[in-house]
């Protein structure tokens, strides 16, 4: 695989958000883990569209420290985070969806922003940062899931050349018990 991926790291540099307030984008080091950990946790309980309760992000900080250290080490994983001063505000990851010969083509993208920067155009960056740091690791297909009825996601990911290819009714429980659907999401990245 050395052949076909590349590491995943970003410097730090800045971006500016819709309303001209900069912040630093970069990779997450083991450093970051108190923060990244933190962030996890707080945004688990700003919004329903995502996949676990607060109270469900049991790791440690030595663990998240641990999955950090592995984004930086490994040639196919990628992990950015954007920063205000030093609370992480947003973060994008890409990750394979199998190492054998057959999936290996395929990677997921995760995207996750605090419900305090919503609409400044950071999902928006994060998403474009995951779709690079894909094809920059020779992925051929960029992959994602999406609740339903999310349609500020939805929005997004269209907009950035997403297509549905399927749906998983009933895919997420509530604690009220509710269900959501789940809209899973590709993106070609093939070179022509």
Same mark, same amino acid.
């Given at each position: 695989?050395?052949?076909?991926?590349?590491?995943?790291?970003?410097?730090?540099?800045?971006?500016?958000?819709?309303?001209?307030?900069?912040?630093? *984008?970069?990779?997450?080091?083991?450093?970051?883990?108190?923060? &990244? *950990?933190?962030?996890?946790?707080? &945004?688990?309980?700003?919004?329903?569209?995502?996949?676990?309760?607060?109270?469900?992000?049991?790791?440690?900080?030595?663990?998240?420290?641990? #999955? #950090?250290?592995?984004?930086?080490?490994?040639?196919?994983?990628?992990?950015?985070?954007?920063?205000?001063?030093?609370?992480?505000?947003?973060?994008?990851? &890409?990750?394979?969806?199998?190492?054998?010969?057959?999936?290996?083509?395929?990677?997921?993208?995760?995207?996750?922003?605090?419900? /305090?920067?919503?609409?400044?155009?950071?999902?928006?960056?994060?998403?474009?940062?995951?779709?690079?740091?894909?094809?920059?690791?020779?992925? /051929?297909? *960029?992959? *994602?899931?999406?609740?339903?009825?999310?349609?500020?996601?939805?929005?997004?990911?269209?907009?950035?050349?997403?297509?549905?290819?399927? @749906?998983?009714? @009933?895919?997420?429980?509530?604690?009220?018990?509710?269900?959501?659907?789940?809209?899973?999401?590709?993106?070609?990245?093939?070179?022509?």
């Amino acid at each position: 695989m050395g052949d076909v991926f590349r590491v995943m790291r970003v410097e730090e540099r800045k971006i500016t958000t819709k309303k001209g307030v900069d912040m630093k *984008l970069r990779t997450p080091t083991a450093d970051d883990a108190e923060k &990244v *950990l933190a962030f996890r946790r707080d &945004v688990a309980g700003e919004t329903i569209y995502l996949t676990r309760y607060p109270y469900e992000i049991e790791n440690s900080v030595e663990k998240e420290r641990d #999955i #950090i250290s592995n984004y930086q080490r490994a040639e196919h994983l990628g992990m950015m985070a954007i920063f205000d001063g030093d609370k992480v505000i947003g973060v994008t990851s &890409v990750s394979p969806v199998g190492l054998n010969f057959k999936t290996r083509h395929r990677a997921s993208a995760e995207l996750v922003v605090r419900k /305090e920067y919503w609409n400044l155009g950071l999902g928006s960056h994060l998403l474009d940062l995951a779709i690079e740091m894909a094809e920059n690791c020779g992925y /051929e297909r *960029l992959e *994602l899931s999406v609740f339903a009825d999310n349609a500020r996601a939805l929005r997004l990911y269209k907009k950035k050349g997403f297509v549905d290819c399927g @749906q998983i009714p @009933q895919a997420f429980k509530m604690m009220d018990g509710k269900y959501h659907d789940e809209i899973l999401m590709s993106k070609n990245l093939w070179r022509h």
